[in-house]
């Protein structure tokens, strides 16, 4: 029931999450939902209701209120799937407060925009390396294997410290993990196993120290008491998961974007140092990749969009529709609903999130981005898709967005 100005109205819920039809295009029920007064509810997996926020200021009120939690134990929880709890109450991200900052500054400052940028060398020559494969091998390639994921990963098992040969296995598992269409009990599976590899890992670097992330981690979080070795384990699972998979999904779709809009690579292509930047930015805004997250659970009662949200309710939010939304920002000369490199004042875009609990390697992330788009079409200015438009396939039931495969040759 929606209870509306004192009238009671029975109204059929949309089933969440609501995915994309086309890559590039926001859902017309997200459109809808973003441009009707006060707030909607939707349906999840579970039956439960939880509001949908669409409009840019609504998802960033919620996003830094300390009133709405991510706590996904909390009785009312909009969970994503039956495994949620099992797979990720243990991650600093699913906690509030002093808890999820203590956590959070064991990370942050080895993300920083100037640690992102000393690792700018080492990702070039990633990206090089695996490019050299690539035209060896010679085409169609791949892009999605063969280019976004071998790049993404080798460079967040670098910087932790995992071994090139179990960071394979680890990638695999962590695509099982982030499928909510697999079976329960193969996440569940893949999620231990994860941490087992994170586990055996850090003892190896008790002995054998190094300076990668995973040893400070070990080696001076746990060894000065601020936190126990099984959280430092699961703070490694969360860095390996969130820097390789949503980094890959968008250099992936992006590599399709240009080739769907060659005005745009033409563009950044006649000054690839001084447009990557604002590239990348836009290309964060106008994927939108995440599709599932964020939500929260009400606290307190709230007022949001004119709308009161009382405690005990959860909350959904589209990424994409608020960084689409008009209110927002100035759609100059192209319409937000479609690429412009050159788009000035979209900072404040929520692609990493925003507040407290925003994403903590977003800065290494705009590097691999800024290196990965350009290095590529750099050596391979011929680049072509080689496969038909009909038979692309993306992840609409990943947590995030993304390709399945791009098979592409030049």
Same mark, same amino acid.
């Given at each position: 029931?929606? /209870? ?37 509810? *939707?349906?999840? !997996?579970?039956?439960?209701?939880? !509001? ?5 200021? #609504? ?8 009133? +709405? ?38 990370? @942050? ?27 060896? &091998?010679?085409?169609? $390639?791949?892009? *999605? ?19 090139? %040969? ?15 269409? %697999? ?48 959280? @430092? ?24 974007? +240009?080739?769907?809009?060659?005005? =745009? ?15 990348? /930015? ?5 994927? %939108? ?7 929260? @659970?009400?606290?307190?009662?709230? /007022? $949001? ?21 008009? =209110? ?9 609903? #479609? ?27 705009? $590097?691999?981005?800024?290196?990965? !788009? ?24 990943? &947590? ?11």
């Amino acid at each position: 029931m929606i /209870e509306k100005a004192g009238v009671a109205e029975t109204a059929a819920r949309t089933s969440y999450p609501i995915i994309r039809n086309e890559p590039f295009e926001l859902a017309d029920e997200l459109k809808r939902a973003r441009e009707s007064e006060g707030l909607t509810r *939707v349906q999840t !997996w579970n039956g439960r209701e939880p !509001w949908l926020l669409c409009r840019h200021a #609504d998802v960033r009120q919620a996003l830094s209120d300390p009133r +709405f939690s991510t706590d996904i134990t909390a009785h009312g929880y909009p969970n994503n799937a039956p495994t949620q709890v099992e797979t990720e109450a243990g991650l600093f991200i699913r906690m509030d407060g002093p808890e999820h900052a203590l956590r959070r500054r064991t990370l @942050i400052s080895s993300l920083t925009p100037k640690q992102a940028e000393r690792h700018r060398p080492r990702i070039i020559e990633i990206v090089d390396e695996t490019l050299d494969a690539m035209i060896a &091998q010679g085409g169609p $390639v791949d892009v *999605v294997e063969d280019f976004a994921l071998k790049i993404t990963t080798a460079v967040i098992c670098e910087i932790l410290g995992v071994e090139h %040969s179990d960071a394979v296995r680890v990638v695999e598992a962590m695509e099982n993990i982030f499928d909510l269409g %697999s079976a329960p009990e193969d996440r569940v599976a893949a999620n231990h196993f994860v941490l087992d590899v994170i586990r055996e890992t850090a003892l190896k670097k008790v002995d054998n120290p190094d300076e990668s992330l995973l040893s400070r981690l070990v080696n001076v979080t746990v060894a000065s008491g601020k936190l126990e070795f099984e959280e @430092i384990v699961t703070i490694g699972r969360f860095v390996i998961g969130a820097g390789h998979e949503t980094t890959a999904n968008m250099i992936g779709l992006g590599i399709l974007a +240009f080739l769907r809009n060659p005005d =745009q690579l033409s563009l950044l292509m006649s000054d690839p140092s001084a447009l990557a930047p604002s590239t990348v /930015e836009e290309m964060l805004r106008y994927l %939108s990749i995440v599709q599932v997250e964020p939500s929260r @659970i009400a606290t307190a009662d709230i /007022e $949001v969009g004119g709308e009161l949200i009382s405690a005990g309710d959860g909350v959904v939010m589209s990424i994409m529709a608020a960084n689409r939304d008009p =209110q927002a920002f100035d759609s100059g000369d192209r319409s937000l609903d #479609d690429l412009d490199v050159t788009r000035e004042g979209i900072s404040h875009h929520v692609a990493f999130g925003f507040g407290p609990h925003q994403c903590v390697g977003q800065n290494l992330a705009r $590097v691999e981005l800024q290196v990965a !788009w350009c290095r590529l079409f750099q050596r391979l200015p011929g680049l072509r898709l080689a496969m038909p438009v009909e038979d692309l396939e993306f992840k609409t039931t990943g &947590q995030n967005y993304g390709l399945t495969r791009l098979l592409v040759e030049w």
